[in-house]
């Protein structure tokens, strides 16, 4: 398991971490994004709270776009990046799980 993630963003708020499941606020900037990545066990699912982010998939080219009130599920073992694609903050509520957690870069 990767205890820190190898990148920085505005913020980050654990909401609850358990063997199985792990909830997380993610602020990021405009222009800042989490690498490419994917997890072994763990679906992220993400909702957009404000501003305007993109879930761009390398491995197939397609993007899902997540204005506020928005979400999206990525699949273990889907390769993935998270961006703030807006002029302004993006805030995100991601919930991970079932499974153990990693963070394996590209």
Known sequence: MTATPPYVIAGKE??????????TLMTLAPGQAIPPHRHSQVTDTTFCLEG???IRF????????????????????QLH??????????RLLLVQGPGEYDFLPA
């Open 81 to 90: 990046e998270v961006a703030n694609v807006g002029d302004g903050v993006c």
């Open 58 to 77: 390398p491995d197939t080219g397609e993007t899902a776009a997540l204005a506020v009130g928005c979400h999206a599920a990525v699949a273990p073992g």
């Open 52 to 54: 305007q982010a993109a």
């Open 14 to 23: 654990t909401i609850l971490t358990t063997d199985q499941a792990r909830v």
